[in-house]
């Protein structure tokens, strides 16, 4: 019998919506335009916005968003699958009683998975019609667990067409499936030039955080030498402060 894993509600509830994230409609159109994909990834390295967008999404998406960041500790199988149903239960409350059941007698992640995954898998077919939304956030962290790759890669194979899984990453994940899934033309998503911010959203930026209205030589400037990185723009601030 496997040890009740005890779980943070933190990790499973949508982040709030901070007044300083800037509303990318670019990007909020786009993901409209791929709701009807399986698997969406957000791929591109720290620091370029992926969770505030996703938050934004979230908060004013019309179907219902289930939500995970993800840590270190979630590399373990049994707590990734246990925050996996948390996060599905939190949003679908009459969603979770088999799943869990089913984990708790688990003993070996690499015989039960399947019998994990066909659970969960089934139960959300039995009880949740309408299509969602389950955000990963921070899906590098976990990606390096063969056992999870493998089990969140069946999940998306196996799950019905109302489900969409957006995965951000700074990494390009590696599921077994992806080649069969991009076949199937049930994959898309936003990579770094696509997240880069592009000069009226530097300039739209700066208006919202800093109350600095810039010139068009100085947001080209910005542009070429941040290449769009939201982190950068903001170390940038006090420099362009100066110069107004």
């Not at 994230?21 to 698997?39: N, P, Q, S, W």
């Not at 939190?90 to 015989?111: A, C, D, I, P, Y």
Request: with cysteine; proline share 4%; aromatic share 6%.
């Amino acid at each position: 019998m496997s040890v009740e894993i005890p779980l943070s509600r933190t990790k499973i509830v949508i982040p709030a919506h901070r007044p300083q994230i800037l509303h990318r409609a670019r990007l909020l159109v786009h993901f409209d335009e791929l709701l009807d994909k399986k698997l969406i990834l957000l791929t591109a390295p720290a620091g370029y916005g992926k969770t505030s967008l996703l938050v934004d999404f979230a908060r004013q998406s019309e179907m219902p968003v289930c939500w995970l960041s993800l840590d270190p500790l979630d590399k373990d199988p049994q707590r990734f699958s246990a925050y996996l149903i948390a996060a599905l239960a939190e949003r679908f409350h009459n969603f979770g009683k088999r799943s869990r059941s089913v984990l708790r007698s688990v003993t070996s992640f690499e015989q039960d998975s399947e019998r994990l995954l066909s659970s969960l898998v089934n139960e959300l077919n039995d009880l949740v019609d309408e299509h969602f939304v389950l955000v990963m956030d921070d899906y590098h962290l976990v990606d390096s667990t063969a056992s999870i790759r493998d089990m969140l890669s069946r999940f998306i194979i196996l799950a019905g067409e109302n489900c969409h899984l957006i995965l951000a990453s700074r990494r390009l994940p590696t599921l077994p499936d992806i080649t069969l899934l991009v076949a199937r033309q049930q994959v898309s998503g936003f990579d770094l030039e696509e997240l880069a911010f592009r000069p009226d959203e530097i300039r739209a930026l700066f208006e919202k955080d800093y109350g600095i209205t810039l010139d068009e030589a100085t947001i080209e400037k910005l542009a070429h030498q941040t290449e769009g990185w939201v982190t950068g723009l903001h170390l940038s601030a006090a420099e362009v402060t100066r110069g107004v």
